[in-house]
C-alpha cells in the first residue's frame, strides 16, 4: 500500500521558519524523484522545489530560491522542505510529489504565515 505524508505545517509569524517532512512508504522511494507543490486557495497547483532521486540535483521557484531548501534521506524514505525567512505569499496547502514509474501525491499540509 503506498503511502505518501506529509507533516510539519503550522502557523509562524513572517520571517519565521518551519521544515516539512514527507514519509514515504509502499514504493521505491530511492527510484523516485520527489518534489514540492503548493495550491493558495483560488489558484493553481505549483511546484517549489524539486530533488532528484539520488539527491544530486535539486531545483526551485524563483520565489523560494535562497528561502526554501529540499532534502532527503533515502535511508528513511523521508524528504524535507526547509523554509526560512517567510512570507505571507508562502501561505497554502504543501502537497508532496513522488515521480517515477508512477506518480504519487501526499494529503497536504497546511502553512499559514501570518502576524
Known amino acids: 500500500q503506498v503511502q505518501v505524508v506529509e507533516s510539519g505545517g503550522g502557523l509562524v509569524q513572517p520571517g519565521g521558519s518551519l521544515r516539512l517532512s514527507c514519509a514515504a512508504s509502499g514504493f521505491s522511494f530511492a527510484s523516485y524523484s520527489m518534489s514540492w507543490y503548493r495550491q493558495a486557495p483560488g489558484k493553481e497547483r505549483d511546484v517549489v522545489a524539486r530533488?532528484?532521486?539520488?539527491?544530486?540535483?535539486?531545483s526551485y521557484a524563483d520565489s523560494v530560491k535562497g528561502r526554501f531548501t529540499v532534502s532527503r534521506d533515502n535511508a528513511k524514505n523521508t524528504v524535507y522542505l526547509q523554509m526560512n525567512s517567510l512570507k505571507p505569499e508562502d501561505t497554502a496547502v504543501y502537497y508532496c510529489?513522488?515521480?517515477?514509474?508512477?506518480?504519487?501525491w501526499g494529503q497536504g499540509t497546511q502553512v499559514t504565515v501570518s502576524s
Open positions: 510529489n513522488a515521480r517515477g514509474v508512477r506518480e504519487y
Open positions: 530533488i532528484s532521486s539520488t539527491g544530486g540535483s535539486t
